[in-house]
């Protein structure tokens, strides 16, 4: 019976995926470390920063005493990850590349090197969550060593694999995993599954990772970095200048440089405006930005999405959906966002229409829409339309009340 054995470890020069190929090594796998390069650029400050992370990622490894290799996905990254970003930001939209960088770069074409090219039986990654055949028994929040490796039978499961929130509910990254394909998920372990943020942090300390330790936490656009978006943005995307109009009624508040360096529900920094407005609608035809008064603005709640065709993590749509074509579940579509109950239906073209149980504020289309059930993640799709808002609903009734008057209460015009 085959079992899983050499294992390659994607390594970001950060303390998760050190810690990760650390419990590997520990548990006897064969590990092989690997660093991807997908972004060739100086950050604002003028430092390769990809070039320390390599430098970072290689200690670790000659510290497990592991292979190390380096292999670069530049060009798969912008013309899979980062082209799409633009078209995504011209069509009006957000989009979220890390999503995205996930289902191309990693758990493809990184998936793809580590079984074909490396013949590893499976990759590891340093990312907070589980699938429903983790090895439980060994990785777990203890520190103690096991004698003799324990390995689980991936290589023959029939079944397919699901995939579960990570123990530290704070630090789950299934939002940014929700479009992976189950081929890659049933080669894939995640050996921080059982474990918190601050038990993996003790564990790089006490293996004297103290490099890794003192790096803060990536925050910007995968691969890119930490950047000033509109300066950024503006360097790949022509700027298409138009005005700031208040949503209420019609004046021009202000310009701006592109609806792309704007989304759904952010500050609309507007020069000579003493109070705060913010974005609630664009119209790129136009050109026009529409801003609201208030942060939770009535333009800014909805209740309903569509997104495209939905990609399920287990390859079907769960089978109470099928049989009714309705199901009650929780969707989120930003990264550790509060779980938000909702309905969803199913339609012919494998679209999903989401009914959220309360009106949801600045629902963007670009972002992905993220169902779980329990703590299981069953899956994303884009957001690609908005249902109306509450304003435009409020605006709607008036009007329906308007023309719906008695002609006792209608004034009488005298001839």
Wanted: hydrophobic content about 35%; aromatic content about 10%.
């Amino acid at each position: 019976m085959s079992v899983v054995r050499h294992v390659v470890c994607a390594m970001s020069g950060g303390v998760d995926s050190s810690v990760a190929a650390l419990l590997l090594k520990r548990r006897g796998y064969q590990v092989t470390g690997i660093f991807m390069k997908n972004w060739d650029s100086l950050d604002e400050r003028g430092v390769c920063t990809s070039e320390r992370d390599c430098e970072d990622a290689y200690k670790v490894c000659r510290a497990l005493d592991i292979p190390f290799h380096q292999i670069s996905y530049v060009k798969e990254y912008w013309h899979e990850v980062f082209s799409n970003l633009l078209g995504e930001y011209q069509k009006g939209r957000t989009p979220n590349p890390d999503i995205i960088c996930n289902k191309h770069i990693k758990f493809k074409h990184f998936y793809q090197y580590a079984a074909n090219i490396l013949g590893a039986d499976a990759m590891a990654t340093g990312h907070y969550a589980r699938t429903s055949v983790e090895d439980e028994e060994v990785f777990q929040q203890k520190h103690t060593l096991c004698p003799q490796p324990l390995f689980r039978n991936r290589l023959e499961i029939r079944n397919p694999v699901r995939l579960y929130q990570g123990a530290d509910l704070l630090k789950d990254q299934t939002f940014f995993l929700s479009q992976i394909s189950q081929g890659a998920l049933k080669k894939t372990i995640f050996p921080l599954a059982a474990l918190t943020k601050d038990f993996v942090k003790k564990i790089a300390a006490e293996a004297g990772f103290y490099h890794v330790l003192k790096k803060k936490e990536s925050m910007g656009i995968c691969f890119i970095g930490e950047r000033h978006f509109e300066d950024f943005i503006l360097q790949y995307l022509e700027p298409k200048p138009g005005n700031f109009v208040s949503i209420e009624d019609g004046k021009i508040m202000g310009k701006h440089k592109g609806w792309f360096t704007f989304t759904l529900g952010q500050r609309a920094r507007i020069g000579g405006q003493k109070d705060p407005w913010f974005v609630v609608d664009k119209d790129i035809k136009t050109g026009e930005i529409f801003v609201g008064p208030t942060t939770n603005h009535p333009a800014l709640l909805r209740d309903t999405i569509q997104t495209d065709r939905f990609h399920w993590i287990t390859e079907e749509p769960p089978a109470e959906l099928i049989r009714t074509q309705m199901m009650d579940c929780h969707f989120r579509f930003l990264h550790q966002m509060p779980l938000i109950p909702c309905t969803v239906t199913l339609n012919l073209d494998g679209s999903l229409w989401i009914t959220a149980k309360r009106p949801v504020r600045a629902l963007t289309p670009g972002q992905f829409a993220v169902l779980y059930k329990g703590d299981e993640c069953l899956g994303s799709g884009k957001i690609i339309l908005l249902g109306p808002s509450e304003h435009t609903l409020q605006k709607h009734h008036l009007q329906l009340s308007r023309d719906c008057k008695t002609p006792e209460e209608s004034p009488i015009s005298e001839s």
